[in-house]
C-alpha cells in the first residue's frame, strides 16, 4: 500500500498551490477572470476611414474579444468587440482591442480629435513577464518533484491502459466538441475559394465518364469528394465528412501512441487536441479545398508509422505506405514523404527487419506513385506526379526574373510585364530585407496583381502558347536560371520563406470574424462561385444558389450597405471567449517550431550515437525532419501562405509529447523498451 511521507505531502501541496496561482495568472493575462484592473488616457488619435479612429496602445495584447473597455468621459462606449465594418459604418460609440492598438467611434460620430472629450481605457493590470514566468518555472519544478514521489501513479499508468486511453481520447473529443459544436449547430457556412473550381471540374469529369484532367489538381481530393457526394449531393456534407475526417485521424495517432508508448497516449492526447482547435485549422476545415484531408492523411500516415516500427507489423507498414503516398495524390507538397520512405526502408535493413516489413513499406509508396505518374504520361505526356509543379515553383519565384540575350524578345518582354508587378518599394525589399514578414508581404502583393495567370499567362503567350509539356519545359528552364544566375538571392529568397513558414505557428486567425465575411458573401451578397453560369458547378452546390437566412446571424443597415454579426450562443462564448484564449497563449507561438528543431537535432545525435538502432530516437527523426522538409519545400517553390504551412503544425507539438523517449534506453537489440 502506497504511504506518502511528508516530503511528498509538502511538494503535493506546494505543487497545488502553484498550479492555482498560474492558472489564476493565465486567466487574469487573457482577460477570463480579471483580478485588477488600471485605467490609463487615450491620446494621438489618427482618422482611420469613416467613423474609425484609431489610437496605440502600450499593451500589445489586447486580442480579441477583450475585456478591457472605452470610456468617452465617464460614460462607458459600446458595444465593445464590434467588428471593423460595424465601427467604420455604423460607429455610435462601438469599439475593438486589436493587439496594441483601439480601432474606435464617438459616441455621436464626431472626431474625437475636436470635439473636446476625453478618452481614458480600462484594462485589466499588467503582471510583469519575469513574475509570471518565475511562478510558471516554479510550477513546473515543484510539480516534476512532487510526480517523482507518487509511485501509486506510476503504477497506475502502467497497469490500467483502458483509463489511460479513455481519458486520452476524452482530451481530444471534448476540444473537437468544443471548437466544432458552435459552428456545426449555429453557422453552419462554407468557404469556397477561386481554387474550388479545379476540383469541381474533375468531379464533373468523372460524373460524365472522362478520364479527368489533372492539369490544374492532383486527383486525391476529387476522388474524396466524389466518395462524399455518392452519400449526398449537398456541400455542407463535405464540410461534415472533413470534420469527421479530423477527428478520426487523431484518435488513431492517440491510439497508435497508446499502443507504442502507452504512458505518452495522454500527452499526445493533448498535442493532437491543440493542433485540430486552433482557429487555422476550423478555417481549413470548413473550406472546400485539399488542406483539410491532406492534414489528416498525413496525421494517419504517422500514427501508422510509429505502430509499425515499434510493433514490426506488415499491416501497419502497408498502412503508412499507402497513406504517405496519397498524400501525394491530395498535394505534391506531400512529395517530402519520398526522402523519408527511403531513409525508413534503410532503417528496416540496418535493424534486421524482416524482408517483408521493407517490401510493405516500398511496394504501396511505390506503386502508387507510379500509377500517377503514369496516367499524368498518359493524359499529358509527362511522366510526373504533378501537372502544375513546375508552373508552381516558378510563380514562387516569379519577383526574381531577370531579361536574358539569350531569350527571346517575346519572352524578355513577358519578364519586363511580370517585374513591373511589384512596386519599387517591393522590389526594395525583396532585393535587401531579411524580415520574413515583410518579404512575405512584398511577394504576397507581387502575386496579388494578377495570380498564376498573371505570370504565366505572359510566358505562355510569349513562348505561342505551347502545348503543356513544352509549357512546363520553358518554366523549369527560367526557374533552373534564376538558380544559376543569382544563387545568394535564390538562397535567401529560399531561407526567409522557410523561416517565415516556422513563424506563421504564432499567427492565428478570428474564426468567428472568418464566418462573418463568409455569411456576407454567401448569403447576403451572394457573390460566390455558385452563383456562376457554369452549370456543373451550380449543380453541386444548388443549396446555396438561393440560399435562406440563418438564425444566428444578423443584418444591420448602414451607409457602406449590410453589416454582419454572428449572434453569441453560450457554448460559442465559452470557445470564444475562454477556450480560444487559452489556446492561444499555449500553443501559437514560436517556442513549439524551435522546440522541433532542438528535437530534431537530439534525436538525430542519438541515432548516431546508437548506430541508427533506436527505434524512439527514429521516430522523432522522422517526424521533425518532416515538418523541417516540408518548410523547404514551400521555400523553394512558393511563398508562406498559412494554407502552405499549417499542415505539419500538428508535427510540432506531437514530437514535444514523444520527447520523453529519448531519454529512456530502448535498444534495437532485444527491440524492447522499459518506456
Given at each position: 500500500m502506497f504511504h506518502m511521507t511528508k516530503r511528498a505531502r509538502f511538494f503535493i501541496i506546494a505543487a497545488v498551490a502553484l498550479w492555482i496561482l498560474s492558472i489564476a495568472i493565465v486567466l487574469h493575462n487573457q482577460e477570463i477572470i480579471v483580478a485588477a484592473w488600471q485605467s490609463k488616457p487615450v491620446t494621438n488619435f489618427s482618422h482611420v476611414a469613416n467613423y474609425t479612429y484609431e489610437a496605440f496602445l502600450d499593451k500589445n495584447d489586447l486580442s480579441p474579444p477583450s475585456s478591457a473597455m472605452l470610456f468617452e468621459d465617464s460614460t462607458?462606449?459600446?458595444?465593445?468587440?464590434?467588428?471593423?465594418?460595424?465601427?467604420?459604418?455604423?460607429?455610435?460609440?462601438?469599439?475593438?482591442?486589436?493587439?496594441?492598438?483601439?480601432?474606435?467611434?464617438?459616441?455621436?460620430?464626431?472626431?474625437?480629435?475636436?470635439n473636446g472629450r476625453y478618452y481614458t481605457i480600462k484594462w485589466p493590470y499588467p503582471i510583469p513577464p519575469p513574475l509570471r514566468w518565475l511562478i510558471f518555472g516554479l510550477t513546473i519544478a515543484v510539480t516534476a518533484i512532487s510526480v517523482r514521489g507518487l509511485d501509486y501513479l506510476r503504477g497506475c499508468l502502467r497497469q490500467r491502459g483502458a483509463v489511460?486511453?479513455?481519458?486520452?481520447?476524452?482530451?481530444?473529443?471534448?476540444?473537437?466538441?468544443?471548437?466544432?459544436?458552435?459552428?456545426?449547430?449555429?453557422?453552419?457556412v462554407v468557404s469556397i475559394h477561386p481554387d474550388t473550381v479545379g476540383y469541381f471540374e474533375i468531379v464533373s469529369q468523372m460524373d460524365k465518364g472522362q478520364m479527368p484532367s489533372l492539369y490544374l489538381r492532383p486527383p486525391g481530393y476529387p476522388l474524396f469528394m466524389k466518395l462524399v457526394f455518392l452519400i449526398s449531393n449537398k456541400?455542407?456534407?463535405?464540410?461534415?465528412?472533413?470534420?469527421?475526417?479530423?477527428?478520426?485521424?487523431?484518435?488513431?495517432?492517440?491510439?497508435?501512441?497508446?499502443?507504442?508508448?502507452?504512458?505518452?497516449?495522454?500527452?499526445?492526447?493533448?498535442?493532437l487536441a491543440a493542433f485540430i482547435s486552433s482557429h487555422v485549422y476550423l478555417e481549413a476545415e470548413i473550406s472546400i479545398l485539399s488542406e483539410s484531408i491532406y492534414v489528416s492523411v498525413l496525421v494517419l500516415a504517422f500514427g501508422f508509422l510509429i505502430m509499425a516500427l515499434r510493433l514490426r507489423k506488415s499491416l501497419y507498414f502497408i498502412l503508412f505506405s499507402a497513406a504517405a503516398a496519397y498524400s501525394i495524390y491530395i498535394r505534391p507538397a506531400g512529395m517530402?514523404?519520398?526522402?523519408?520512405?527511403?531513409?525508413?526502408?534503410?532503417?528496416?535493413?540496418?535493424?534486421?527487419?524482416?524482408?517483408?516489413?521493407?517490401?510493405?513499406?516500398?511496394?504501396?509508396?511505390?506503386?502508387?506513385?507510379?500509377t500517377l505518374a503514369s496516367y499524368n504520361l498518359l493524359t499529358f505526356h509527362t511522366f510526373s506526379?504533378?501537372?502544375?509543379?513546375?508552373?508552381?515553383?516558378?510563380?514562387?519565384?516569379?519577383?526574381?526574373?531577370?531579361?536574358?540575350?539569350?531569350?527571346?524578345?517575346e519572352l524578355n518582354e513577358a519578364i519586363r510585364k511580370i517585374r513591373a508587378r511589384?512596386?519599387?518599394?517591393?522590389?526594395?525589399?525583396?532585393?535587401?530585407?531579411?524580415?520574413?514578414?515583410?518579404?512575405?508581404?512584398?511577394?504576397?502583393?507581387?502575386?496579388?496583381?494578377?495570380?498564376?495567370?498573371?505570370?504565366?499567362?505572359?510566358?505562355?503567350?510569349?513562348?505561342?502558347?505551347p502545348p503543356q509539356k513544352r509549357l512546363l519545359s520553358v518554366c523549369r528552364g527560367l526557374y533552373l536560371d534564376i538558380a544559376r544566375k543569382n544563387p545568394y538571392k535564390f538562397f535567401r529568397k529560399t531561407f526567409i520563406i522557410f523561416l517565415a513558414y516556422h513563424q506563421n505557428t504564432s499567427k492565428e486567425h478570428e474564426f468567428y470574424s472568418t464566418v462573418n465575411t463568409l455569411y456576407n458573401d454567401m448569403y447576403v451578397q451572394k457573390n460566390t462561385l455558385c452563383n456562376t453560369?457554369?452549370?456543373?458547378?451550380?449543380?453541386?452546390?444548388?443549396?446555396?444558389?438561393?440560399?435562406?437566412?440563418l438564425a444566428y446571424f444578423s443584418v444591420q443597415d448602414s451607409g457602406c450597405g449590410g453589416i454582419v454579426n454572428y449572434i453569441p450562443t453560450f457554448i460559442q462564448q465559452i470557445h470564444y471567449k475562454i477556450f480560444s484564449k487559452l489556446h492561444k497563449f499555449l500553443f501559437r507561438s514560436l517556442f513549439w517550431p524551435i522546440l522541433n528543431l532542438i528535437i530534431f537535432i537530439m534525436s538525430a545525435f542519438?541515432?548516431?550515437?546508437?548506430?541508427?538502432?533506436?527505434?524512439?530516437?527514429?521516430?522523432?527523426?522522422?517526424?521533425?525532419?518532416?515538418?523541417l522538409l516540408s518548410a523547404l519545400i514551400v521555400g523553394l517553390s512558393t511563398f508562406p501562405n498559412v494554407r502552405y504551412t499549417y499542415t505539419t503544425e500538428f508535427i510540432y507539438y506531437a514530437v514535444a509529447a514523444l520527447a520523453p523517449i529519448l531519454w529512456k534506453d530502448e535498444l534495437a537489440s532485444d527491440g524492447q523498451s522499459r518506456y
Open positions: 462607458a462606449l459600446g458595444p465593445g468587440n464590434s467588428n471593423a465594418p460595424s465601427i467604420s459604418c455604423l460607429g455610435r460609440g462601438r469599439y475593438q482591442f486589436r493587439y496594441d492598438r483601439l480601432h474606435f467611434s464617438t459616441s455621436d460620430n464626431t472626431d474625437p480629435m475636436r489511460i486511453l479513455s481519458i486520452s481520447f476524452g482530451i481530444v473529443i471534448v476540444s473537437f466538441l468544443i471548437t466544432r459544436l458552435p459552428y456545426l449547430i449555429y453557422y453552419p456541400l455542407f456534407s463535405l464540410v461534415i465528412a472533413q470534420a469527421a475526417m479530423s477527428l478520426l485521424s487523431s484518435l488513431v495517432f492517440v491510439y497508435a501512441v497508446f499502443k507504442a508508448y502507452r504512458r505518452l497516449a495522454i500527452s499526445a492526447a493533448l498535442a517530402f514523404f519520398i526522402p523519408i520512405v527511403v531513409v525508413i526502408v534503410i532503417y528496416a535493413v540496418v535493424n534486421h527487419y524482416k524482408r517483408r516489413h521493407a517490401l510493405a513499406i516500398a511496394v504501396p509508396f511505390g506503386c502508387l506513385l507510379v506526379l504533378s501537372n502544375y509543379g513546375e508552373l508552381t515553383t516558378l510563380v514562387g519565384m516569379s519577383t526574381f526574373l531577370e531579361e536574358d540575350g539569350s531569350y527571346s524578345k511589384s512596386t519599387p518599394v517591393d522590389r526594395d525589399i525583396l532585393e535587401t530585407s531579411w524580415s520574413p514578414e515583410k518579404f512575405d508581404r512584398a511577394m504576397f502583393n507581387a502575386y496579388n496583381a494578377g495570380g498564376d495567370g498573371g505570370i504565366i499567362g505572359p510566358i505562355s503567350e510569349a513562348a505561342g502558347n453560369h457554369d452549370d456543373s458547378v451550380k449543380a453541386i452546390c444548388k443549396e446555396y444558389s438561393n440560399p435562406q437566412p542519438y541515432l548516431v550515437r546508437f548506430r541508427l538502432r533506436y527505434t524512439g530516437a527514429f521516430i522523432l527523426f522522422i517526424m521533425s525532419s518532416s515538418a
